[in-house]
C-alpha cells in the first residue's frame, strides 16, 4: 500500500479512489468519505475536486429524511458524489487498487487471532474478487471477543474502502448452522471461497 501512495499521491488519495471504485452505486458526501477514509475535511475535498475534474467521479443528488425545527419530517435534497462508470481507465485502476490492497491470508489470521481462538476463518466476496458473495469474511471460534473483532473489522474496511459483510459465530453455533444447511453457511460454502484457516476440519 505505500508504493501505491506514492503513485497515486498519497494515502487519503488512494483510499477515497479505492472507495469510489468499490462502492460504483453509492453516493457519498464529503462528511461521510471523511468518516470512511479517515481524513480531514479540507484534504478531503480537495481531493474530491480533483476526482471530479478528470472524470472519475460525478455529482449526483439525492434526498433524504431529515426533520423540520418542529420536528416534523421533511425531505432534504443534497448534492454528494458517484462513481462515473464512463471513466476510461475505470478496469484497471479497479483491478490494480484491489489486487493491491487485500491482505495475505496469514495477516487476516494474525489480526483477528487477538480477538479469540479461532477456529475456522474464511475468504470469500471482496478478498477473491467475487462481487456477487452475500458474505466476505466468516469468522469461526471460541471465547470470541465480538467487540475486538468488529473494531478490527472497521479497520480493515478503513484500509480497503468498502463496507465489509462478514459474519462471526462461536464454534457451537457454525456447527449447528452447518448441521441444518443454514443458507447464510451454505452462501459461503457452496460459491467460491479460500479456507485461509481450517482447526474445525470442516470439509467444503
Given at each position: 500500500m505505500?508504493?501505491l501512495s506514492?503513485i497515486f499521491?498519497?494515502?487519503?488519495?488512494t483510499?477515497?479512489m479505492?472507495?469510489?471504485l468499490l462502492?460504483?452505486?453509492?453516493?457519498y458526501?464529503a462528511k461521510s468519505v471523511?468518516a470512511?477514509c479517515?481524513?480531514?475535511?479540507?484534504?478531503?475535498?480537495r481531493?474530491?475536486?480533483?476526482f471530479e475534474?478528470?472524470g472519475?467521479i460525478?455529482r449526483k443528488?439525492?434526498t433524504?429524511e431529515g426533520?423540520t425545527?418542529?420536528g416534523?419530517?421533511?425531505?432534504?435534497?443534497?448534492s454528494?458524489w458517484?462513481?462515473?462508470?464512463?471513466f476510461i481507465?475505470?478496469?484497471?485502476l479497479?483491478?490494480?487498487?484491489?489486487?493491491?490492497v487485500?491482505?495475505?491470508?496469514?495477516?487476516?489470521?494474525?489480526?483477528?487471532?487477538?480477538g479469540?481462538n479461532?477456529?475456522l476463518?474464511v475468504?470469500?466476496?471482496?478478498?477473491?474478487?467475487?462481487?456477487?458473495s452475500?458474505?466476505?469474511?466468516l469468522v469461526v471460534?471460541?471465547?470470541?471477543?465480538?467487540?475486538?473483532?468488529?473494531?478490527?473489522?472497521?479497520s480493515?474496511e478503513?484500509?480497503?474502502g468498502?463496507?465489509?459483510?462478514?459474519?462471526i459465530l462461536?464454534?457451537?453455533?457454525?456447527?449447528?448452522r452447518?448441521?441444518?444447511?443454514?443458507?447464510?453457511?451454505?452462501?459461503?460454502f457452496?460459491?467460491?471461497h479460500?479456507?485461509?484457516?481450517n482447526?474445525l476440519?470442516?470439509?467444503?
Amino acid at each position: 500500500m505505500e508504493t501505491l501512495s506514492k503513485i497515486f499521491g498519497g494515502r487519503i488519495h488512494t483510499k477515497i479512489m479505492r472507495l469510489f471504485l468499490l462502492n460504483p452505486d453509492k453516493i457519498y458526501s464529503a462528511k461521510s468519505v471523511m468518516a470512511v477514509c479517515r481524513g480531514g475535511k479540507g484534504q478531503v475535498e480537495r481531493e474530491l475536486k480533483a476526482f471530479e475534474k478528470i472524470g472519475l467521479i460525478k455529482r449526483k443528488h439525492y434526498t433524504r429524511e431529515g426533520k423540520t425545527r418542529a420536528g416534523k419530517k421533511s425531505r432534504v435534497r443534497e448534492s454528494g458524489w458517484t462513481l462515473n462508470n464512463s471513466f476510461i481507465y475505470l478496469s484497471q485502476l479497479r483491478t490494480m487498487l484491489v489486487d493491491s490492497v487485500l491482505l495475505k491470508s496469514n495477516d487476516i489470521v494474525k489480526r483477528l487471532g487477538r480477538g479469540g481462538n479461532l477456529k475456522l476463518v474464511v475468504l470469500a466476496g471482496i478478498f477473491i474478487q467475487n462481487w456477487d458473495s452475500r458474505v466476505d469474511l466468516l469468522v469461526v471460534g471460541e471465547k470470541l471477543k465480538k467487540g475486538s473483532l468488529e473494531r478490527m473489522m472497521r479497520s480493515m474496511e478503513s484500509e480497503i474502502g468498502r463496507e465489509l459483510h462478514y459474519s462471526i459465530l462461536d464454534t457451537h453455533d457454525f456447527q449447528y448452522r452447518m448441521s441444518v444447511g443454514d443458507k447464510l453457511i451454505r452462501d459461503i460454502f457452496d460459491y467460491p471461497h479460500e479456507t485461509i484457516l481450517n482447526k474445525l476440519g470442516v470439509e467444503a
